[in-house]
C-alpha cells in the first residue's frame, strides 16, 4: 500500500525536494518514523496515546518539511513557517507523551488544563493546515466547519440543531479525548496500516515495480488491445501491495500511457484506462486501500475476512475494464503488442520470484490467523531478506561491498518512500477523526440516518438508492478514507436498520468511496492521469468513470445479492458471479458501442439496459435482461448480415 505524498489530492503538486541541512532533517524524520513502525510492529505497540501522537506528529513534521504551502511559495530551501510549524508539531508530541498518564489514565481528558487547551488550537490548526497540504482545501475546510457547526448548534434549523458545545469542549474532545485525533481510527493507522505501507513501498524499491511491468507484459501483451490490457493487468498487481489510486499511476502510468498513445489510443482514453485500472487497486487483494483495515478493526473481523469477500467484486471491476478495452480495440482496429516486447517467462523468473515470495508468504500468515501486525512486520523482514539473498548471492556486479551497499540504498529508500506514505495517511485519518468526533458529540450522523430511514419508508430500495446518492455527494472533494468514515457514519445505521448485513454496509460505503477519486469536478486519480497523458482532464475524468461503471454498479449489486461477497452457498455464489460479469461485460459492450461488429444506438441501448437487468437478484428481472441482450445482438447480427449482403 505504498503512495507518495502525492497520494490524494492535486496539493502534491508543491511538494519539492528539500536540500540541504533540511534535507538532513527529513531523511532523519522519516528514518526514524519508519524504525519505529517496525519496532513497535515487532515488540508490540507503546502505551495507546503515545503510538499515536508519536504517529501523528512526527507525520505532520514530515509533510510541513516536504510540501510547500502553495505553488507560488516552492523553494528548494525550508521556509521558516514550515520549519516552525514542524517544530511545534513535535513540540505537541512531546508534551502529549510526557503527559500521557495524567491525560488517559487520570481522565485529564474531562478536566483539561488551559495548557490543554491551548496546545489543542495550536495543533488543530496545524493538522488542518497538514490536510490542506496533502488532501487540497475541501477537506481542511470541512473539518473546520464541522468544528464550527458543534459552536452554533441552537442556532440551526431542522435535524441540524443541536444544543450546542463551547470552544473548549469542542477543542478538549477533538483534542486529547479518544473521540479525537488520537482515536480509535488514528490507532488502526498507527499501527496495522503503516506496517503494510512499509511492506509495499520496500517490496516496489526492492524490485517489484518492475516484476509487475514483466508479469503485466507476458500476461497481456499477446491479448487484442495488448497496450491498454498492459495497464490494465500492471495496476491491478500493483494494487495487490500498493492500494492507492494516484501512487498506481504515478508508478504504471508513466510507462503505460505512453505505450498507449503510441498504439493508437487517443491520449483521453489512455489517462482513463490508467485512472480506472488503478482506482481498483484499492478494492483488490490481499492489501487493499488503507479504509479496508479501518473496516475490518470496526467490525471486529479478521482482514483475510474483507479481503476474501472483496475478490469477486474486484474481478468483476477489473472485466468490465478489460472487456472495454477489447471492444474498443476492435472498434478502432487495434491489435496486440509485437513479440518483441514481450518478455519470456525464464528471463524474469527471479524478478517474479523476489516479488512473489514475500506476498505468498504474507498470505499465508493471514491465513494461518497471526495478527495482521505481526505479518506485515514478517512480510517486511521476508522482503528484505529475499531481495538481500539474491542480490549478494546470485549477482556478480561488482565486489560484495557494493551490492552490500545497494541492498542498503534500496531498502532505505523504501523506508523513506513509505514513511511519507505514513504521514500522509496519518493526516487524513486524523482530520476524520475531527469530523467523527463532531458527529458523536452532535448526533447529526443518526439524524441524517434517520431522514434516510424515514424518507424511503423502510423501503429498501428507494433507501440504498438515497444512500448512494448521499455517498457520492461526500465523496466528491473527499479520498477514500475519510469518505468511507464519514459516509458509513451518515448512511450505515439507517442500511442497517433495513435489514441490511453491517459488513456489506461498510463494503458498499468503502467502494463509492474509491470511486470518489474518478468522480468529477474533483477526480483527483483522473486528473493527474490527464496531466500524465497530455489530454484534457475533463474528458479523461468522464471516459475513466465509463470505463470503472462495476466500481458504481457492484456495491449497489451486492446490497442485494450478497452472494457475490461469498455469503450463501457455493452453487449461489457461483449464479450471482456469472449473472454479475456476464451483466458487466454486456453494459461494456452497449456503452462502447461495439461488440464483434459494430451496433446501433438502439441496439447497444438495448444491449446495456440488459445487462443491467441481468445484475438484480431477482429470475424474472434476469430473464428479462437476458430477453432484451439476445435481442439487441439479435437484431445487430441480422442488420450486419443485411449489410453484408
Known amino acids: 500500500m505504498q503512495v507518495d505524498l502525492s497520494d490524494e489530492q492535486a496539493g502534491s503538486a508543491y511538494d519539492a525536494p528539500v536540500k540541504g541541512f533540511g534535507g538532513l532533517i527529513v531523511s532523519c524524520l522519516c528514518l526514524g518514523l519508519a524504525l519505529f513502525h517496525l519496532y513497535t510492529a515487532a515488540a508490540g505497540p507503546f502505551y495507546a496515546i503515545s503510538q499515536r501522537a508519536i504517529h501523528i506528529g512526527v507525520g505532520m513534521g514530515i509533510i510541513f518539511l516536504t510540501i510547500a504551502p502553495s505553488k507560488s511559495l516552492r523553494t528548494r530551501g525550508l521556509l521558516i513557517a514550515d520549519a516552525l510549524a514542524g517544530f511545534f508539531s513535535l513540540a505537541i508530541t512531546v508534551y502529549v507523551v510526557v503527559h500521557q498518564y495524567r491525560i488517559l489514565r487520570d481522565l485529564g481528558y474531562a478536566d483539561p488544563t488551559d495548557t490543554d487547551t491551548a496546545l489543542g488550537v495550536l495543533m488543530l490548526g496545524l493538522l488542518m493546515e497538514a490536510c490542506r497540504r496533502v488532501v487540497g482545501w475541501e477537506f481542511a475546510l470541512l473539518c473546520l466547519l464541522f468544528l464550527v457547526y458543534g459552536a452554533v448548534g441552537p442556532w440551526l434549523p431542522g435535524i441540524f440543531e443541536h444544543s450546542g458545545f463551547s470552544i473548549e469542549t469542542l477543542i478538549s474532545t477533538s483534542f486529547l479525548n479518544p473521540m479525537g485525533i488520537y482515536g480509535s481510527m488514528t490507532a488502526i493507522s498507527a499501527t496495522t496500516i503503516s506496517i503494510y505501507v512499509l511492506f509495499g513501498s520496500i517490496l516496489l524499491t526492492t524490485g517489484g515495480a518492475a516484476a509487475f511491468l514483466k508479469v503485466a507484459l507476458i500476461v497481456a501483451g499477446r491479448v487484442r488491445g495488448g497496450a491498454a490490457q498492459v495497464a490494465v493487468v500492471g495496476s491491478s498487481i500493483m494494487g495487490m501491495v500498493n492500494g492507492s489510486a494516484v501512487a498506481n499511476v504515478a508508478t504504471v502510468g508513466t510507462m503505460t500511457i505512453p505505450l498507449m498513445k503510441s498504439r493508437g489510443y487517443p491520449a483521453y482514453f489512455a489517462g482513463a484506462v490508467e485512472a480506472a485500472a488503478s482506482s481498483g487497486g484499492q478494492i483488490m487483494p490481499p492489501i487493499m486501500g488503507a479504509g479496508a483495515f479501518v473496516m475490518a478493526e470496526i467490525l471486529g473481523v479478521p482482514y483475510m475476512k474483507i479481503a476474501i469477500m472483496a475478490i469477486i467484486p474486484a474481478v468483476m471491476y477489473y472485466v468490465v475494464i478489460s472487456a472495454t478495452i477489447y471492444f474498443e480495440a476492435r472498434k478502432r482496429n487495434l491489435g496486440a503488442l509485437e513479440e518483441d516486447m514481450i518478455p519470456r517467462l525464464r528471463d524474469v523468473g527471479r524478478d517474479i520470484f523476489i516479488f512473489l515470495f514475500p506476498l505468498i508468504f504474507l498470505l499465508v500468515l493471514l491465513t494461518l490467523s497471526y495478527t495482521p501486525r505481526f505479518s506485515g512486520f514478517a512480510a517486511v523482514a521476508c522482503c528484505i531478506g529475499v531481495y538481500a539473498i539474491a542480490r549478494l548471492a546470485l549477482d556478480r556486479d561488482g565486489d560484495i561491498g557494493s551490492r552490500l551497499k545497494d541492498v542498503i540504498i534500496k531498502v532505505y529508500e523504501g523506508c523513506k518512500q513509505g514513511a511519507k506514505t505514513i504521514a500522509a495517511i496519518g493526516v487524513m485519518i ?70 441490511i448485513e453491517p459488513v456489506v454496509v461498510h463494503m458498499f460505503s468503502f467502494y463509492l468511496a474509491c470511486m470518489s477519486g474518478l468522480t468529477p469536478p474533483v477526480a483527483a486519480t483522473s486528473f493527474v492521469a490527464a496531466g500524465l497523458a497530455g489530454a484534457g482532464v475533463w474528458k479523461t475524468s468522464w471516459c475513466s468513470c465509463r470505463l470503472a461503471l462495476a466500481g458504481y454498479f457492484v456495491p449497489v449489486i451486492f446490497v442485494f445479492h450478497p452472494e457475490i461477497l461469498g455469503f450463501g452457498t457455493p452453487l449461489e455464489v457461483a449464479g450471482a458471479t456469472m449473472f454479475g460479469v456476464t451483466g458487466c461485460i454486456l453494459i461494456a459492450a452497449g456503452f462502447t458501442g461495439y461488440w464483434l461488429w459494430p451496433l446501433k444506438f438502439w441496439q447497444s441501448a438495448l444491449i446495456a439496459i440488459g445487462g443491467s437487468a441481468m445484475m438484480i437478484p431477482q429470475p424474472s428481472a434476469q430473464l428479462v435482461g437476458s430477453a432484451m441482450a439476445m435481442i439487441g445482438f439479435g437484431a445487430s447480427y441480422l442488420s450486419r448480415k443485411q449489410s453484408a449482403g
Do not use: C, D, W
Open 430 to 499: 486524523a482530520g476524520s477523526q475531527i469530523i467523527v468526533a463532531v458527529m458523536g458529540l452532535t448526533g447529526v450522523g443518526v439524524k441524517v440516518s434517520e431522514v434516510i430511514f424515514a424518507t424511503s419508508q423502510g423501503n429498501i430500495y428507494l433507501g440504498v438508492a438515497l444512500a448512494f446518492v448521499v455517498n457520492l455527494l461526500l465523496g466528491l472533494s473527499l479520498p477514500a478514507v475519510p469518505s468511507y468514515l464519514i459516509t458509513v457514519a451518515v448512511v450505515g445505521p439507517a442500511l442497517i436498520n433495513m435489514g
